[in-house]
């Protein structure tokens, strides 16, 4: 099947999931409350929003560059995925677990990330110290500032 018809296809599928969600399962499934400033419903909708978002992206993406070939090295990539990767993304995981319970978030989310970035394919260095370490800042200041709960 043409790589363009199964982004339009993977697209379609994400932006009905979104539909189904912020129009079906939040309202009856996150309980709505009239008190205090943000609704519990705020980052459900708002995540299904970006999903949604992101399916019209590749919609429109797989429209647009469907009469342009792709490199090779992507549909070779394509072609052979790694046998090992979900193995080693649930031991990663693991090993997420562990060390979070031991020593903490701060030095269990770079690791993963890290370890995440390298099992996907990641071979920058400087990518693979720099973003672990902003995405753990990120998330940190979302949990402890944003929604007031702590992660130590």
């Known amino acids: 099947m043409n790589i363009y018809k199964l982004d339009m296809i993977s697209g379609a599928g994400l932006l009905v999931l979104a539909l189904v969600l912020y129009y079906l399962l939040i309202p009856n499934f996150v309980a709505d409350n009239g008190i205090g400033a943000m609704s519990p419903r705020f980052f459900p909708k708002l995540g299904t929003m970006l999903i949604g978002a992101g399916g019209c992206i590749l919609i429109a993406a797989s429209l647009r560059s469907s009469g342009s070939p792709r490199k090779a090295e992507v ?37 993963l990330i890290a370890a995440l970035m390298i099992v996907f394919g990641g071979r920058n260095l400087l ?24 992660l130590q």
Not at 127 to 150: D, E, K, R, Y
């Open 75 to 111: 549909s070779s990539a394509l072609n052979q995925p790694q046998k090992l990767s979900p193995l080693l993304s649930a031991a990663a995981i693991a090993g997420f677990i562990l060390v979070f319970q031991w020593f903490g978030y701060f030095f269990a989310a770079p690791l």
């Open 127 to 150: 990518a693979i110290l720099l973003l672990p370490a902003a995405a753990t800042a990120i998330l940190f200041a979302v949990f402890s500032f944003g929604l007031n709960l702590p």
